[in-house]
């Protein structure tokens, strides 16, 4: 493993997060802005005839940008990510979600609340279960609204006290075009935009198998099993919950096989 990678993982583990710099190209960035901004619109006009985007805390957030355009598709299995991904989850893992989240200046967001992404789940996990790829599509800074962080509470089993995050919360400071990794266990927030600009970011959340995804991605794909053995497992086609007790031993089946086959040709 090259040493700029083991910095960062390094640092991913103790801090609970890492600032990868220069991932997307300007070009990529003006794109991607456009692309999210008519996303969001789309899937705003299609919700809004049936529930309030405030109260469903659904506002400024596009979801699944993915099964919309071909680039979100291709960027789930961006080389210059996907080795962290690898390296912090293992060969064997899912795409939990893909979301864009716009903040506009001066308007408080859903995701300002300190959270976790596994929500309401105050454990602490070693190994690391689940990680978010953030790419920030605008600069990231105290004035653009940042994501907020709370340095190690990935290790945390409890919520820092408001006082506690007063004193050590921090904003990400990251120039456009950078993606950054956090523990999806450490504490974390929108900011506040302060500035006259809008904020993008495009969050990727990796997981073990075993959690569950944010939607059904393989309903979301029409159950079009992805050629490539790699984008089907992240899509979540070999973590399906069998149906019905023969799909269940199909399953075994195919896991027997391959044993027999491997334990053969050793
Ligand atoms: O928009 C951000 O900065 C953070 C988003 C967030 O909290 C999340 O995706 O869970």
Not at 11 to 24: A, N
Not at 156 to 185: C, D, H, R, W
Not at 192 to 201: C, H, K
Not at 222 to 248: A, C, H, R
Request: net charge negative; aromatic share 12%; hydrophobic share 40%.
């Amino acid at each position: 493993m090259e040493n700029k990678m083991k910095q960062h993982l390094e640092e991913l583990d103790i801090l609970g997060y890492t600032v990868i710099e220069d991932v997307l190209t300007r070009e990529e960035l003006e794109m991607v802005t456009v692309k999210i901004k008519h996303i969001y619109d789309l899937q705003r006009k299609e919700t809004e005839p049936f529930f309030d985007l405030d109260t469903t805390e659904e506002r400024n957030i596009a979801r699944a940008p993915f099964i919309y355009d071909d680039y979100f598709y291709n960027l789930l299995n961006n080389p210059k990510v996907i080795p962290y991904i690898k390296a912090l989850l293992g060969d064997y893992f899912i795409l939990q979600a893909q979301n864009g989240v716009i903040v506009e200046p001066q308007l408080v967001h859903s995701m300002s609340k300190w959270h976790r992404d596994l929500s309401h789940q105050n454990f602490v996990c070693d190994p690391i279960i689940a990680v978010n790829a953030f790419y920030c599509i605008t600069d990231f800074n105290a004035q653009t609204g940042a994501t907020m962080l709370v340095p190690h509470s990935h290790k945390t089993k409890y919520q820092p006290t408001s006082e506690y995050i007063e004193k050590y919360g921090i904003s990400v400071n990251a120039p456009a075009g950078s993606v950054f990794l956090f523990n999806t266990m450490m504490f974390h927030r929108t900011g506040s935009n302060v500035s006259n600009g809008l904020r993008i970011g495009l969050s990727h959340m990796y997981t073990k198998y075993f959690i569950k995804q944010q939607m059904d991605i393989p309903a979301l794909l029409d159950f079009k099993v992805p050629e490539d053995p790699f984008i089907k497992m992240l899509m979540g086609f070999d973590s399906l919950v069998p149906t019905n007790i023969l799909e269940y031993r199909k399953v075994r089946y195919d896991i027997v096989k391959r044993r027999t086959q491997q334990s053969g040709s050793e």
